[in-house]
């Protein structure tokens, strides 16, 4: 019933949609799908290397970097009573796990993928194990996170060289740079750690804790405020940037692992995919109201909105396949498929 929903809408789709791309990064398949905005159908399927995870879109529209990694796929830690991870003996909160016997380090790094030709052009040398990153406003630099050894690295796109190595946390995951441009977050998952990066002397500014597991970060355009979700515990906390504490803590429906949150392009909601729940949560992004709970896939990790708020994507892990969700009815209308294990989502202009 969902496929012949989603078909009936693709006409209509088609002829006031804008003109984008959506690029789907898959994990255990190594590639990337692109699925053409307009009509919801898979146009290339480009192979990119190990693990691929992060993705994110030069402002130009031009190039999308994905993040490698050939570090093998490893099931989260159990956790204690008080939702915090346990480690193996010998992997504990201060050991480094880049000694990892079968890890790949030649595979590590930021795939270059130039969007006109969809292939991959070049490989850039960011550290151990990138998990996720951030574009600088100006688009010159990517903010990393190199998962495995506690670090943030920063690279110059003109040099393609690493130019600052910024220790942080314990599995660092999420990036997220200021709207002001003038810093960039990192959450780091283990311990709960966010790190406040100045963006002129890359050094961290601020520190402060969530519960374990943030994922991810977003902002408000212009209000000073940002959310990070804690996976372990269901909560979105809400972020004071001026003085870089948490002000509100948000429970999430009942069951919600959140990992991906997004502010819509207005300001005016914000969404947070709930893993394992299978569900979007649609929360005011000024009463922190929660307004919905949209159903989608299996597992949705990564979300995208397109530029103007009309459809989210969702990246369902388990079942190989994209959510799309007409977000002035918030219901999912079609679903498509994708590689093994979509995990991040870029939305990509297509030039003009």
């Known amino acids: 019933m969902l496929a012949a929903i989603g078909c009936s809408l693709w006409p209509a789709a088609a002829q006031d949609s804008p003109n984008y791309q959506v690029f789907v990064s898959n994990e ?13 159908k898979v146009v290339a399927t480009i192979p990119v290397g190990k693990r691929p995870r992060g993705i994110h879109s030069s402002p130009d529209g031009k190039t999308v970097f994905v993040a490698l990694s050939g570090t093998p796929i490893e099931a989260p830690p159990q956790l204690d009573a008080a939702g915090n991870p346990i480690f193996q003996k010998g992997k504990g909160k201060d050991d480094d796990d880049d000694d990892n016997a079968d890890a790949d380090k030649s595979a590590d790094g930021i795939g270059v993928v130039d969007v006109a030709q969809k292939k991959l052009t070049r490989k850039l ?3 151990s ?3 996720e990153f951030a574009l600088s406003k100006a688009g010159t630099e990517l903010y990393i996170s190199n998962e495995d050894v506690k670090t943030a690295s920063v690279i110059n796109l003109a ?7 910024i220790p942080v946390g314990q599995e660092p995951e999420g990036v997220g740079t200021s709207p002001d441009g003038k810093s960039f977050y990192v959450t780091c998952e283990a311990g709960g750690d966010i790190y406040v990066v100045d963006a002129t002397t890359y050094k961290a500014i601020a520190h402060f804790t969530v519960a374990v ?3 991810s970060v977003d902002f408000l ?4 405020v940002g959310f990070i979700p804690s996976e372990s515990v269901g909560q979105l906390n809400v972020i004071d940037l001026a003085q870089h504490t948490v002000v509100k803590t948000i429970s999430l429906p009942q069951g919600s692992r959140p990992m991906r949150v997004r502010v819509a392009p207005n300001g005016q909601k914000v969404y947070v995919s709930t893993g394992r729940a299978g569900t979007v949560s649609v929360l005011d992004s000024h009463s922190y109201e929660l307004l919905d709970n949209i159903k989608v896939g299996t597992r949705p990790w990564g979300i995208a909105i397109s530029p103007d708020g009309r459809y989210l994507y969702a990246a369902n892990g388990p079942s190989n396949d994209v959510s799309v969700v007409d977000l002035r009815t918030d219901r999912e209308i079609a679903r498509v498929k994708a590689g093994q294990s979509p995990w991040g989502i870029a939305i990509v202009p297509n030039a003009r």
């Open 28 to 40: 255990k398949s190594g590639d990337v799908t692109v699925i053409d905005g307009s009509n919801f």
């Open 125 to 127: 040398s960011v550290g």
């Open 129 to 131: 194990d990138p998990e």
């Open 159 to 165: 040099t393609g060289k690493v130019e600052h190595i």
């Open 213 to 215: 597991r943030p994922r």
């Open 221 to 224: 355009p212009s209000a000073g």
